[in-house]
C-alpha cells in the first residue's frame, strides 16, 4: 500500500495523565474525581486503581527514550489539573508543574514535538465538591489554571488542546454515570455539556492573550449508519444519534449553534440556553483534534435513553475487545466530513487504535500482535485516503503508547503498542510498535509490512 503524507506531518502516540502517571498524589498534587471514583467499591473492573499505573511519573525519562527509538516525531500527552493547582485554583503546586516542564525539556531534547492537553477527565476533587463541571463557574477557574499552565510551557508547547472528548465527559460522567464522577442524570448532563463548551471557549480566549502558537478542541467522533432496509424511524433515530455525539459540541464551538435535535433528545431536561451565550460558545480554533475508534450502525430502539437507537452487530466484520467495529473507511468519510462541515480547518488525528487480546510474549520476548497491526496499516492508510480527497490532515497519533488504565475497564483491555507487566511494569514493544515505527522511518511511504524473517537452521 503506497501513500503520500505532507512535509511536516506529525507522526505520535497519545497518552493521558492519569492513565499512566501513578503517584496521583506525589509532590502536593490534590486528588482527582478519578482517584475517588476508583475506590467506590463497583465501580471499576477489577477494582483497578491508577495509583501505580504504568509508573510513568517516575519512568518520564525512560519512556520518552522509547518514543525516541520508536522515531516518533510527537507525543500527546495530558496534564493533570490536580499537580498543577492541588485545589483546582488558586494555589500553584511549582513541584506539580515542575513535572511537566522536565517532560517537555526531555522531550525537545528527543527531537519530539509536545502536544498538550489541559483536561483529560481528572478533574480536581476540590472543584467536585463545588459542583464540578455544573458550576458555571468552572469556565473562569478552567481558564485560570490553563493561563497557568501555557505562561509556563508555551514556549516550549507548540500545540494544545483545551478538553479531550466533551462529549465522553458529559455522558460518561453526568448522563449514564460510567465514568467519574458517576452521576445518572439528563439535567445534568445538558448543563455538563454547556459549561465544557464554555470552558473551552474561555480556555481558548486566556490562549489567545499569552500564548503564541496553536490551540484547538478533541472530539471523539462515531459515524452513525444505517443497515439494508432502514425504516423511516430508524432514519430520524439515525439523525438523533449523529446529533448527540458528533455534532453537539462541534457546532455550538465552530458554527455557534446547537443541533435542533437537542430538544428532543433531552426533552424537559434541555435548557433553554440565551441565544448570545450560544453563540459565546463559538471561538476561533487554529485546528479540530479527532479521537476516531469506530462506526455505528444503528436501527431505532424506543428503549433506549436518551437516543433511541440499538447498535447492529455487522456479520464477518473484526470487533475489538471494546467490542468496536474495525472501519477505517470511516475515519476516512470523518475526516472528510469535518473538513466539509467545519470550514477547511486543520486536522490531527488526535486518538486512534484498538484493545485486542495479547498472546503472551513468546520465549525470545516478542509480543505479536497482528489484529493491532492490521488495525493501524488500514487507519492510517484510512488517513492518506482523507489527504488525497482534500482534508487538511496534518498529524496522525495512535493510542496508545503504552498499554494503560483504561478507566472503568481498569487494566483488562490493552491499547498499548508498547506491552506493560502491571506487576514489574516492564515495557516490551510489541510487534505493533516495530511495525509503527517502519512507517514513521518511511514517513508514511509505504504501509506495507516488512518481509517476514526467512526461517534458519
Ligand atoms: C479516550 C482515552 C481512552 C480511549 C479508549 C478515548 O475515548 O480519550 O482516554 O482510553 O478512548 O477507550
Request: charged share 20%.
Amino acid at each position: 500500500m503506497n501513500s503520500t503524507f505532507p512535509a511536516g506531518f506529525l507522526w505520535g502516540c497519545a497518552t493521558s495523565a492519569y492513565q499512566i502517571e501513578g503517584a496521583p498524589l506525589a509532590d502536593g498534587a490534590g486528588p482527582s474525581i478519578w482517584h475517588r471514583f476508583v475506590r467506590t467499591p463497583g465501580r471499576v473492573t477489577g477494582g483497578d486503581t491508577g495509583d501505580v499505573a504504568c509508573g510513568h511519573y517516575q519512568r518520564m525519562r525512560e519512556d520518552v527514550a522509547l518514543m525516541r527509538e520508536l522515531g516518533l516525531s510527537a507525543y500527546r500527552f495530558s496534564i493533570a489539573w490536580g499537580r498543577v493547582m492541588p485545589e483546582g485554583r488558586g494555589r500553584i503546586n511549582a513541584a506539580g508543574l515542575g513535572f511537566y516542564e522536565r517532560l517537555v525539556d526531555e522531550l525537545l531534547r528527543a527531537g519530539i514535538t509536545p502536544m498538550a492537553t489541559l483536561y483529560h477527565w481528572d478533574l480536581p476533587a476540590a472543584l467536585d465538591d463545588r459542583g464540578g463541571w455544573l458550576n458555571p463557574d468552572i469556565a473562569d477557574w478552567f481558564a485560570d489554571y490553563a493561563s497557568t499552565v501555557y505562561r509556563a510551557l508555551d514556549d516550549r508547547v507548540p500545540l494544545w488542546t483545551t478538553i479531550n472528548e466533551p462529549w465522553v465527559v458529559a455522558d460518561g460522567g453526568y448522563m449514564h454515570g460510567v465514568l467519574a464522577p458517576g452521576h445518572r442524570s439528563a439535567h445534568e448532563a445538558a448543563i455538563a455539556a454547556h459549561h465544557l463548551l464554555r470552558a473551552h471557549a474561555a480556555g481558548v480566549a486566556a490562549y489567545r492573550a499569552v500564548g503564541k502558537h496553536q490551540v484547538g478542541l478533541v472530539v471523539n467522533i462515531e459515524p452513525k449508519h444505517l443497515g439494508p432496509h432502514a425504516t423511516a424511524s430508524d432514519h430520524h433515530a439515525r439523525e438523533l444519534a449523529d446529533a448527540y455525539m458528533n455534532r453537539q459540541y462541534l457546532d455550538p464551538a465552530l458554527r455557534g449553534s446547537y443541533p435542533e435535535e437537542m430538544q428532543e433528545i433531552f426533552g424537559d431536561a434541555w435548557p433553554d440556553w440565551p441565544v448570545h451565550e450560544v453563540e459565546a460558545l463559538k471561538v476561533p480554533i487554529d485546528f479540530i483534534g479527532l479521537n476516531y475508534y469506530t462506526r455505528s450502525v444503528v436501527r431505532h430502539d424506543a428503549t433506549v435513553w436518551p437516543v433511541p437507537t440499538a447498535a447492529v452487530r455487522q456479520a464477518g466484520a473484526i470487533y475489538t475487545e471494546t467490542a468496536w467495529e474495525l472501519h477505517p473507511a470511516s475515519l476516512t468519510e470523518t475526516l472528510l466530513w469535518l473538513h466539509q462541515r467545519y470550514g477547511g480547518l486543520p486536522l490531527y488525528v488526535t486518538e486512534n487504535g484498538a484493545a485486542f487480546y495479547d498472546p503472551p510474549a513468546a520465549i525470545d520476548g516478542r509480543i505479536d500482535d497482528p489484529l493491532r497491526v492490521h488495525y493501524l496499516r488500514t487507519h492510517i492508510g484510512a488517513v492518506a485516503e482523507a489527504i488525497a480527497q482534500g482534508a487538511d490532515v496534518r498529524g496522525y497519533c495512535a493510542w496508545s503508547l503504552l498499554d494503560n488504565l483504561e478507566w472503568a475497564h481498569g487494566f483488562s483491555k490493552r491499547f498499548g503498542l508498547v506491552h506493560v507487566d502491571f506487576q514489574t511494569l516492564v515495557r516490551t514493544p510489541k510487534a505493533s510498535a516495530r511495525y509503527y515505527a517502519g512507517v514513521i522511518a518511511r514517513h508514511g511511504a509505504s504501509l506495507d509490512l516488512p518481509p517476514a524473517a526467512p526461517h534458519t537452521g
